[in-house]
Nanobody, 122 residues
Framework: QVQLVESGGGLVQPGGSLTISCKVSGRTPDYYAIGWFRQAPGKEREGLSCIRIIDGDTKYADSVRGRFTISRDNAKKTVYLQMNSLKPEDTAVYYC???????????????WGQGTQVTVSS
C-alpha cells in the first residue's frame, strides 16, 4: 500500500510562484511514477505532470509546460511541483498520485493523496 500526502498549498497572487510537495510512504514498487493533477470546482480532474522516480523521466501537459516544473528528492521520498506565473485559472485542489506507468491520465493511477488547495487571487 502506498500513502501520499500533499502539502504546501495556499493563497498566492497572480503572477506569483508556489511549490507544493508530495510525500510518499509505504510499500512502493521498484518502478513507479508520481503524477500531479488538479481539479477545479465543476471541472474534471486534469493531469499536469508526472515523473518516474527511478530515472527522473518526466512528462507535462501542454497547459502547464514551461510554467510548472516537477522534480523529486529520492532520499526524502518527496516529489515537488514548482508553479510559476500563476493565474487565477490555476486555482484548484492539487493532488498527487502514484502508479507503475508514466502518464498524466488520472484513470490510470491507483493511489491518491487527499489534495492541497491552491488559490490564485489578488
Amino acid at each position: 500500500q502506498v500513502q501520499l500526502v500533499e502539502s504546501g498549498g495556499g493563497l498566492v497572487q497572480p503572477g506569483g510562484s508556489l511549490t507544493i510537495s508530495c510525500k510518499v510512504s509505504g510499500r512502493t514498487p521498484d518502478y513507479y511514477a508520481i503524477g500531479w493533477f488538479r481539479q477545479a470546482p465543476g471541472k474534471e480532474r486534469e493531469g499536469l505532470s508526472c515523473i518516474r522516480i527511478i530515472d527522473g523521466d518526466t512528462k507535462y501537459a501542454d497547459s502547464v509546460r514551461g510554467r510548472f516544473t516537477i522534480s523529486r528528492d529520492n532520499a526524502k521520498k518527496t516529489v515537488y511541483l514548482q508553479m510559476n506565473s500563476l493565474k487565477p485559472e490555476d486555482t484548484a485542489v492539487y493532488y498527487c498520485a502514484a502508479d507503475e506507468n508514466l502518464g498524466v491520465v488520472a484513470a490510470e493511477y491507483h493511489y491518491w493523496g487527499q489534495g492541497t488547495q491552491v488559490t490564485v487571487s489578488s
